[in-house]
């Protein structure tokens, strides 16, 4: 289950997406999520999935390993796909499938869906894999400061996430491991009726939740023995700066953006 | 049971950036009945070794025989819950494991799943809390309302109360206090021998090793990296510095005194007060001889 999954996990290697600004990384990627619904022909999408390509490329994070951690997220792409086949109307019958009309249409908007979907996942999770929980904390923080103007406690919520983030490897482990006392009690978590699978979560649950809560009281006390006192005056030890690198990012990114709106109708 | 691995090896992630070898051809036998210490460093593959011997994980390469019991690569062990329930598992700081709403209950768990009737585990139950020293009072209480060496004790009689053919015990006295820790492992060997069974202890703790094992094995980054009995293993120092291990008390007081006083004392698993004895001994012959 944890070594399945790679949403969420941080692959450190020596490459220039590493050393981006993670806000200039966020910015591009919400960027690219917005623009990505502007593309409408099959060119202007092509053109996005190689700009895709091109950054998984450049994480230097074998391409293999992405794609067998998307591999949860394929049936969703091909659910959509499937889904949109026999949903959509448009265009001439092509053919019938257990008595169902495919319109031309459809496969052409379940592909461009499909790939859409698969883009957007992609992208997102390079963010994740090229960049440590840490980065993107800060990066939200600094980005959400203007709202500090109307009271909006952007400190505090930066802190949450980067707790939260925190502590999804170690709640991953904990499950894990108690998950592999109880089979060793007898515990039968893979096999038999849905009934007693479901009555089999009880004992991986109530010692989870126990945990956690000691853990979050454990932390506050930490915290509070510390002096944390919340984000006024505190300082940083690594401070965020927009150097040349990001500003070439965002310059190539600008043309992305201007050959997409050249490429589309 | 009879335990051997067979160039046992296992690998965390395999094909990922992650991918981490754990384990590396290793090869052992356990003969029924032994009580084996495997000692080694934090991260040279203790912990993976024994989630094999009730089949929590299943070699990437190479075989392990339990008693009848087969575990080898891509190949589903059919029988894994009788497996289970005949090698009972004490993880590290297994009192995380407890979740039921009474002590009776969670001590019940175990046996439960395996199909033991009501009445058999209510006849363990006593045996069981007795073992660890827990007074009959508590067993309707939460186990979450007890001190942490309380529940240690109790999640302990629930891997008892399977009464299981093999023990495997995960530094089971970790964070307790010395006393507590040398009940537990004076309790372990009483059971140990009194149920013939076979023991395997996984610990940082040299004098452990030494106290309670027959059989020493050593792990260094995933490999077998010494084996034998206690008092062949532990009297070998620059080997054992090798791999930041120390030599255990007495056998290091053996070897000062040998040095500092150039005479021959043997360590043959000798209690301190043996010791003390024998050198008693050896000095009065040595005044005599001298007079």
Request: charged share 20%; glycine share 6%.
């Amino acid at each position: 289950m944890a070594n399945s999954l790679i949403i969420g996990q941080y692959v450190p290697t020596d490459s220039l997406v590493h050393r981006l600004d993670p806000r200039t990384k966020i910015i591009i990627i919400f960027l690219f999520v917005i623009f990505i619904f502007f593309a409408n022909n099959a060119l202007s999408y092509g053109w996005l999935a190689l700009f895709a390509v091109a950054s998984a490329l450049a994480t230097k994070i074998k391409l293999k390993f992405i794609a067998r951690g998307l591999t949860p997220v394929w049936f969703l792409i091909i659910f959509t796909f499937i889904l949109h086949l026999f949903v959509t109307r448009e265009g001439p019958v092509l053919f019938e499938i257990i008595g169902l009309p495919i319109y031309s249409g459809a496969i052409i908007q379940g592909f461009a869906i499909s790939l859409r979907f698969f883009l957007l996942i992609l992208v997102t999770s390079l963010m994740t894999l090229t960049t440590t929980p840490i980065e993107i904390t800060d990066a939200i923080e600094s980005l959400l400061h203007p709202l500090k103007k109307i009271k909006f406690p952007v400190h505090e919520l930066a802190l949450m996430m980067s707790i939260s983030l925190r502590f999804i490897p170690t709640l991953m482990q904990e499950t894990e491991k108690i998950s592999k006392a109880q089979a060793s009690r007898g515990v039968d978590f893979k096999t038999g009726p849905i009934k007693d699978r479901i009555h089999a979560v009880v004992p991986l649950l109530v010692p989870l939740f126990v945990s956690a809560f000691k853990r979050a009281e454990e932390l506050a006390m930490a915290m509070e023995a510390r002096g944390y006192q919340g984000g006024e005056g505190r300082t940083k030890l690594r401070e965020l700066t927009i150097a040349k690198l990001d500003w070439i990012a965002f310059l190539s990114f600008s043309c992305v953006l201007i050959g997409l709106f050249l490429l589309r109708q | 049971m009879d335990i051997s691995f067979k160039q046992v090896s296992y690998i965390y992630q395999p094909n990922s950036p992650f991918e981490h070898q754990a384990l590396k051809e290793i090869d052992f036998s356990i003969k029924s009945g032994t009580f084996v210490a495997i000692v080694g460093h934090t991260g040279s593959g203790k912990s993976t070794l024994i989630q094999h011997l009730n089949g929590l994980i299943r070699p990437t390469k190479g075989e392990i025989n339990i008693g009848d019991f087969t575990l080898k690569a891509n190949e589903k062990t059919a029988n894994i819950k009788d497996l289970r329930r005949q090698v009972g598992v004490v993880f590290q700081y297994p009192e995380h494991q407890l979740f039921e709403e009474t002590i009776e209950k969670d001590i019940g768990f175990g046996p439960k799943n395996f199909g033991v009737s009501d009445e058999e585990i209510k006849q363990r139950i006593p045996q069981v809390l007795e073992a660890v020293n827990l007074s009959p009072e508590l067993l309707s209480r939460s186990p979450f309302d007890l001190s942490g060496g309380q529940m240690r004790r109790v999640a302990i009689a629930g891997v008892l109360a399977m009464e299981p053919r093999v023990l495997v015990l995960d530094e089971p006295t970790a964070g307790l206090d010395p006393k507590g820790q040398q009940e537990i492992m004076d309790m372990f060997k009483e059971l140990h021998t009194r149920k013939q069974l076979t023991t395997i202890l996984v610990t940082h703790s040299m004098e452990d090793a030494l106290k309670y094992a027959d059989y020493v094995i050593i792990l260094d980054h995933g490999q077998k990296y010494m084996e034998g009995t206690p008092a062949e293993v532990f009297v070998q120092k620059e080997a054992l510095q090798r791999v930041q291990l120390d030599m255990p008390e007495i056998i290091q007081f053996i070897q000062s005194f040998e040095q500092r006083f150039g005479l021959t004392l043997r360590y043959k698993g000798q209690s301190i007060e043996g010791l003390a004895q024998e050198i008693n001994q050896l000095l009065k012959e040595e005044v005599r001889a001298d007079g």
